[in-house]
């Protein structure tokens, strides 16, 4: 099919190790099937290095397939291979705006993805969002995005999407992955992370229907100004000073010693300390 021979579609970049390949895809299947997914996803499927050994081994036992890409002359040449494999459907869309009824067919759900450089963390933003549908997510990232996700606590890439993602999801680190392995080479390094949902939250969240708006804001604040204490860092508004102070939280600590029971306190004390009508503060 001359749409997956030399083509660079929206500046992706395009495994090429086979070996790799197989290995990702043998680690994604083998978590997807412990996981009791019903389904899989996979987002930016390109030229397939991915998808192709991911149909081989799905011959064998067929679930529901759902490919995503964005680029509209490979979406095509996907449409017209797959037409016969009726466990399989392909939409052409930017993963950012498909509506969710169009991805989420059935749940559970295993995601596999080498996700562009550009719009990984905000499609990982959409999928970690779904912890009721989506219990496992194989995916590619560049390297320094991968390690904020799976950052311990008092490191440099410990960070607010360190604390939002590891509330609700276990990460492990899978392969570390050089340029060569991509055509053409980008000129960073990358790395596959393995994501499990967790079984309980560290924190719940969405107790409260203010509560996601609440912790995303709360985080975002507190890492604004990482190497300042909390007492100066956060913003000298009422909601976070008095949320500080019922907390019992060390107001001379920064945001990346705190303990994930600090975290609570805190979360627990903005939540009292803000309106009812108010998603935001």
């Known amino acids: 099919m001359p749409a997956f021979g030399k083509r660079r579609a929206l500046g992706q970049h395009f495994l090429r190790d086979e070996i790799l390949c197989d290995l990702i895809v043998d680690k994604f299947l083998e978590e997807a099937q412990s996981a009791g997914c019903t389904s899989l996803l996979e987002i930016g499927p390109g030229k397939g290095a991915l998808t192709f050994p991911l149909l081989q081994r799905l011959k064998k ?21 797959l037409a016969p494999v009726t466990s399989c459907k392909v939409q052409e869309a930017d993963f950012l705006t498909l509506p969710e009824d169009l991805w989420l067919t059935k749940s559970p759900l295993g995601v596999l993805s080498n996700l562009p450089y550009s719009s990984g963390t905000a499609i990982l933003n959409r999928l970690a ?14 390297a320094e995005v991968a390690e904020r996700l799976r950052a311990e606590r008092s490191t440099k890439a410990w960070g607010s999407l360190s604390v939002w993602i590891q509330n609700c999801w276990d990460v492990s680190k899978l392969h570390r992955v050089p340029p060569g392995a991509f055509s053409p080479p980008p000129e960073v390094f990358s790395e596959v992370v393995l994501l499990r949902r967790r079984e309980t939250t560290r924190i719940n969240v969405s107790a409260d229907p203010r509560g996601p708006a609440l912790w995303q804001a709360l985080l975002k604040a507190a890492f604004a100004h990482r190497r300042k204490m909390l007492r100066s860092g956060l913003p000298h508004t009422p909601p976070y000073q008095n949320a500080l102070k019922i907390s019992g939280v060390d107001g001379a600590k920064r945001a990346e010693a705190l303990e994930w029971s ?5 979360f627990q004390a903005l939540l009292s300390t803000t309106d009812v009508g108010t998603t935001s503060v």
């Not at 036992?61 to 291979?81: G, H, S, T």
């Not at 600090?262 to 805190?266: A, Q, T, V």
């Open 262 to 266: 600090e975290w609570e306190s805190l």
């Open 61 to 81: 036992n067929p679930i529901p397939l759902v490919l995503c890409e964005k680029d509209r002359v490979l979406a095509q040449a996907w449409l017209e291979r």
């Open 129 to 142: 969002s779904c912890t009721q549908e989506i219990p496992v997510m194989v995916l590619m990232f560049q």
